[in-house]
């Protein structure tokens, strides 16, 4: 542990270092977290999270970006690098970029997870861990957005390795995500195409997919199962001058079918099951944005449903999972947040929760 924290300071002063002398741009953003969760008959403070994330400007054309998370959410420090990522700009319409990357399948992830966008203290079932589809890729994508007139499109294209099969008793079926190496030779291709129809940019919807023909180990019965990935996405904001608010709707499906496959249980007994799973969210916010007070102006109130469709015969499935969600926020500025949620999911506990995120 304390080799990696002395690592990670030398990287933080070679960077500052490097910065001064010229020969390039380099700054420092991220959060800071810290939750309280309370529980019938259960309360405490956890998931402290410390979230560095390291920006280099090369050039004009060549770029890095990297974030480090520190977090306690299992009862220990735990440090790991989330992404690690190199851009190169061809053109404003083109960029090229290698390395450990926020994925690019789905727009939750990628875009609407960060603690200080999040309006909400947690993921939506489905999109978390355990979910569909990863936190994190490893890969190579070309990312980029064309005018249409008044109307934009925006593109994201990638190979990565992709999610790895798994086939142990209590996994059988379900993925490791965010391998840092291939299990095989074979690469998943995906990507996500959005519209922007409105010449304000009030408005996108997206499409993603994945498609990875070989998910298995190597050299075993399994390499040649594949999996099959969609997703579907909204974004829409809007000022109402009536009522001096921001409204803001979000929402996404996501859809994943794996080819069929003969798993061994415990007693080594062989079994099979449809292997297809779907999660979906829809949120909706409003903030008093545009009245005078400054107090007023920064609370947000925001709602949000999701539900998560699991295979029922699957070790890791059973019952569908539904989760509701309201929350209050306060925002102390654009990227700092106090929220107070109260949390709702099915066959489990209703949770009450505060979290301050602090950006810099």
């Avoid at 939506?124 to 980029?144: H, L, Q, S, Y």
């Amino acid at each position: 542990m304390k080799k990696k924290i002395l690592f990670l300071f030398c990287l933080f002063i070679s960077g500052i270092v490097i910065a001064q002398s010229g020969q390039n741009k380099f700054t420092v953003l991220g959060d800071a977290e810290a939750k309280y969760t309370a529980t019938k008959g259960e309360a405490g403070f956890g998931d402290i999270n410390f979230k560095p994330i390291f920006l280099w400007k090369i050039s004009d054309k060549l770029f890095v970006e990297s974030e480090v998370e520190i977090e306690t959410g299992e009862g220990n420090v735990d440090i790991g690098l989330e992404y690690a990522n190199m851009s190169y700009m061809v053109n404003p319409y083109l960029i090229l970029h290698a390395g450990r990357f926020l994925p690019k399948f789905g727009a939750y992830r990628g875009r609407m997870g960060e603690a200080f966008i999040n309006k909400f203290a947690g993921d939506p079932v489905g999109f978390g861990d355990g979910g569909i589809g990863a936190m994190n890729e490893t890969g190579f994508g070309a990312i980029g957005a064309i005018p249409m007139g008044n109307a934009k499109i925006n593109y994201d294209v990638y190979v990565s390795n992709g999610p790895q099969l798994l086939t142990d008793p209590e996994n059988a079926g379900q993925f490791e995500y965010e391998a840092y190496t291939g299990n095989n030779k074979y690469a998943a291709v995906g990507g996500r195409v959005a519209i922007l129809p409105f010449p304000n940019s009030s408005l996108e919807v997206g499409y993603s997919f994945q498609n990875k023909s070989k998910t298995g180990d190597a050299e075993t019965p399994y390499e040649d199962i594949g999996v099959n990935m969609q997703a579907v996405d909204l974004n829409y904001f809007h000022n109402i001058p009536g009522i001096k608010s921001t409204i803001r709707f979000i929402g996404e499906f996501k859809y994943q079918k794996v080819d069929s496959a003969t798993y061994l249980k415990e007693d080594e007994t062989e079994y099979t099951f449809k292997n297809v799973s779907t999660a979906y969210y829809a949120s909706a916010s409003i903030r008093p944005s545009l009245v005078d007070n400054k107090i007023i102006r920064n609370f947000e109130l925001a709602g949000r449903y999701s539900f998560f469709n699991r295979p029922t015969e699957a070790p890791w499935g059973g019952s569908n999972v539904s989760q509701g969600e309201v929350v209050l926020d306060y925002w102390l500025h654009w990227n700092s947040v106090v929220k107070v949620c109260y949390l709702k999911q099915k066959d489990i506990p209703a949770e009450f929760s505060a979290e301050v995120v602090f950006g810099f």
